[in-house]
């Protein structure tokens, strides 16, 4: 379970296409793999993926790899991340830990698409377009997580949605980076995505 606060953003090294599986290594910096272990689950751009391999590296830095398998790839943007790429970075959650965001699963629901980017002096509007199937679950003033990060819908219309980011938000997480035209991962409100398919089907069944 993750909480949708980016802790950092990791470097893409490498990506490496094996038989069934993409070998990703990326480097952070060396306080972000404290008492971690083989196995544990790492949000990279909001993807719940499990550590195979870490190791220290040089100046402050170390190297975390993944394997992450076609069924993955097909549904998030890892499978366009090259070399120096950013991607944002969260431990999963721990006993005690502060729940600053939204509980999320790491599991990608779909992408959505950058339409627009307005850069006022005090924050940054992005549109995004949603396939029609999912808008329904993006809600005013709902949560969504987009590309790892526990955020806020703004305007909703029949296309997509709203985001209104603040400075440290886009010095945080790589949607600082982001271009017109990027595909983003998107994991909808757990909460919002089981009430409305429970009315629906509950719905269907009465008729």
Excluded at 12 to 32: A, F, H, K, W
Excluded at 86 to 102: A, I, P, Q
Excluded at 154 to 172: C, K, Q, S, V
């Amino acid at each position: 379970m993750f909480t949708g606060i980016v802790q950092t953003k990791a470097t893409v090294l490498s990506t490496e296409q094996r038989e069934g599986v993409l070998r990703l290594t990326l480097s952070v910096g060396i306080q972000y793999i404290d008492k971690l272990e083989i196995g544990a689950s790492i949000a990279i751009n909001g993807c719940c993926l499990t550590v195979v391999k870490f190791s220290a590296a040089e100046n402050q830095l170390a190297h975390v790899y993944f394997d992450v398998i076609d069924e993955t790839l097909k549904l998030t943007n890892l499978d366009q991340l090259a070399a120096d790429d950013k991607v944002n970075f969260e431990r999963s959650m721990t006993f005690g830990s502060e729940l600053g965001g939204h509980i999320m699963s790491g599991h990608i629901h779909c992408t959505a698409r950058i339409d627009d980017i307005i850069n006022t002096q005090d924050n940054c509007k992005i549109k995004l377009a949603l396939a029609p199937q999912w808008q329904k679950y993006v809600l005013y003033k709902g949560f969504v997580g987009v590309n790892g990060a526990s955020l806020t819908v703004g305007e909703t219309d029949a296309n997509g949605f709203w985001l209104h980011l603040i400075p440290e938000t886009l010095a945080i997480t790589n949607l600082g980076l982001a271009e017109v035209g990027a595909q983003l991962n998107i994991e909808v409100d757990q909460q919002t995505f089981t009430i409305i398919n429970t009315v629906e089907n509950y719905l269907k069944q009465s008729r």
